[in-house]
Nanobody, 127 residues
Framework: QVQLVESGGGLVQPGGSLSLSCEAS????????MGWYRQAPGKERELVAR???????DYAYSVKGRFTISRLNAGNTVYLQMNTLKPEDTAVYYC?????????????????????WGQGTLVTVSE
């Protein structure tokens, strides 16, 4: 019913930049918030950045000043601009969103609340 499609991962040298994007689609009445998480090899998934409909955002301490999350007019697409990348940024990056399904009758009314995840996109910072 709902899917998040991510793009933009790849290989980049230390100090370089990369931009990720994620678009939510499907039976969505509205989204409350969107964000990015990452999981490095052998480690637990952690929050990178998130933004809500009011425009408030949060960042992991390790990426503050280097990464920027954006979501234009509380829409269904979220971006992550990553600058001054470090080898420790290497991870699979996952898009996350939570909000409301469409009503079972139509998509003019909200249905149940839920949370959704993208498939992940690999970012490798090396050399």
């Amino acid at each position: 019913q709902v899917q998040l499609v991510e793009s933009g991962g790849g290989l980049v040298q230390p100090g370089g930049s990369l931009s990720l994007s994620c678009e939510a689609s499907g039976s969505i009445f509205s989204l409350v918030g969107m964000g990015w998480y990452r999981q490095a090899p052998g480690k637990e998934r952690e929050l990178v950045a998130r933004v809500n409909n009011g425009g408030g955002s949060d960042y992991a301490y390790s990426v503050k000043g280097r990464f920027t999350i954006s979501r234009l007019n509380a829409g269904n697409t979220v971006y992550l601009q990553m600058n001054t990348l470090k080898p420790e940024d290497t991870a699979v990056y996952y898009c996350n969103a939570h909000g409301y399904y469409c009503s079972a009758s139509d998509c003019t009314r909200p249905g149940p609340h839920d949370e959704w995840w993208g498939q992940g996109t690999l970012v490798t910072v090396s050399e």
